[in-house]
């Protein structure tokens, strides 16, 4: 991470689904008495601002929005993880911490989302769960209040945004929930199918209408 601000096509940048983003208030912070609205929340990989947008939708007092990439979106440029004078400080206050972090630096995102804010949702490929390292490094002493299983495929492709794309990668929200940061046990739930055709909006393409002119 000695050099962050790089070319776009060398970051891990698969932009979210607005409908996932709109899954996880819907199906798992409103099913959990939680919502965003009044809240104060940060993305930290905002990109092109796929996910942040989706968040405004649900009332928050405030989404800050940052990337290690300037996306031309005016959003802070700045790393989440790392060390060295580009790594944006911790805000005051922030409720939550939202994002779709890069799959290698997931771990330090969570890491530090837990000593920045009171709640923390993370997009992640199931496999993340996995692993011997992140267990005794994240969720053994911190575990996570939920783990929400999409049951259908959410599409994300490298660089841009593709509305009908496909993709056999299985994902899910990995959250610890405010004043949740320790046992009980870890919640499996799922997140039914049938969310990407409801959650879609007919204005989402035209919102992003640049990243689908991307090659």
Not at 80 to 91: A, T
Not at 193 to 215: C, H, M, T, W, Y
């Given at each position: 991470?000695?050099?962050?601000?790089?070319?776009?096509?060398?970051?891990?940048?698969?932009?979210?689904?607005?409908?996932?983003?709109?899954?996880?208030?819907?199906?798992?912070?409103?099913?959990?008495?939680?919502?965003?609205?009044?809240?104060?929340?940060?993305?930290?990989?905002?990109?092109?601002?796929?996910?942040?947008?989706?968040?405004?939708?649900?009332?928050?007092?405030?989404?800050?929005?940052?990337?290690?990439?300037?996306?031309?979106?005016?959003?802070?440029?700045?790393?989440?993880?790392?060390?060295?004078?580009?790594?944006?400080?911790?805000?005051?206050?922030?409720?939550?911490?939202?994002?779709?972090?890069?799959?290698?630096?997931?771990?330090?995102?969570?890491?530090?989302?837990?000593n920045a804010a009171s709640g923390v949702a993370l997009l992640v490929r199931t496999a993340w769960l996995e692993g011997g390292g992140r267990f005794h490094?994240?969720?053994?002493?911190?575990?996570?209040?939920?783990?929400?299983?999409?049951?259908?495929?959410?599409?994300?492709?490298?660089?841009?945004?593709?509305?009908?794309?496909?993709?056999?990668?299985?994902?899910?929200?990995?959250?610890?929930?405010?004043?949740?940061?320790?046992?009980?046990?870890?919640?499996?739930?799922?997140?039914?199918?049938?969310?990407?055709?409801?959650?879609?909006?007919?204005?989402?393409?035209?919102?992003?209408?640049?990243?689908?002119?991307?090659?």
């Amino acid at each position: 991470m000695a050099q962050r601000r790089e070319p776009p096509d060398s970051l891990d940048f698969f932009p979210t689904p607005p409908w996932a983003t709109r899954a996880l208030v819907e199906c798992v912070l409103h099913q959990h008495e939680e919502c965003v609205a009044g809240k104060i929340v940060w993305e930290p990989a905002a990109g092109e601002g796929h996910m942040a947008v989706a968040l405004w939708e649900y009332g928050p007092r405030h989404v800050h929005e940052s990337d290690v990439h300037d996306y031309g979106r005016d959003y802070r440029v700045g790393s989440f993880v790392g060390e060295g004078p580009d790594v944006i400080g911790d805000l005051s206050p922030v409720d939550w911490i939202i994002t779709n972090p890069p799959f290698n630096l997931a771990a330090e995102f969570a890491e530090r989302a837990l000593n920045a804010a009171s709640g923390v949702a993370l997009l992640v490929r199931t496999a993340w769960l996995e692993g011997g390292g992140r267990f005794h490094r994240l969720f053994q002493p911190r575990p996570p209040s939920i783990v929400a299983v999409f049951c259908e495929r959410v599409p994300m492709v490298k660089g841009r945004w593709d509305p009908k794309a496909s993709t056999a990668t299985s994902y899910c929200w990995v959250v610890w929930m405010p004043d949740r940061l320790s046992p009980p046990p870890t919640q499996l739930m799922w997140i039914p199918p049938g969310q990407r055709e409801r959650l879609s909006k007919p204005d989402d393409v035209a919102r992003f209408a640049i990243s689908l002119e991307k090659p």
